[in-house]
């Protein structure tokens, strides 16, 4: 279930990292999510991925074997790389995907730490 979780979080990333490639896709004639179904599609399919993680997460951190620090450190990774999806667009830069985005990589460890 752990692994469910994460790959749901990591799905979501790369549908983001998928739109802001989609002109280039097309021209290339790669088929994605956004390519396919639209840009606004494929945000809602991320939001609903880290939608149903948080969910996961919090039936696997509530528990009495993990702690509330693993759940709000993870619930706010989740979260705020869901407002940053909800901002990806084809004309964002390049320092938002790899440098904000890609950072959620890294905030999720790093809040659990600071919240334990």
Do not use: C, H
Request: net charge neutral.
């Amino acid at each position: 279930m752990v692994y469910a979780e994460k790959w749901l979080f990591f799905f979501a990333i790369a549908i983001a990292f998928d739109i802001r490639d989609v002109v280039f896709d097309k021209n290339r004639g790669t088929l994605t999510l956004p390519g396919k179904f639209g840009v606004n599609f494929a945000k809602i399919l991320a939001q609903l991925a880290l939608l149903i993680a948080i969910g996961l997460s919090y039936y696997l951190y509530t528990s009495s074997y993990y702690t509330d620090a693993i759940f709000g450190g993870t619930t706010f990774s989740l979260l705020s790389t869901g407002v940053l999806i909800s901002f990806a667009s084809p004309q964002r830069s390049s320092y938002f995907f790899e440098g904000l985005l890609d950072g959620m990589l890294i905030l999720q460890p790093l809040a659990i730490w600071v919240l334990s």
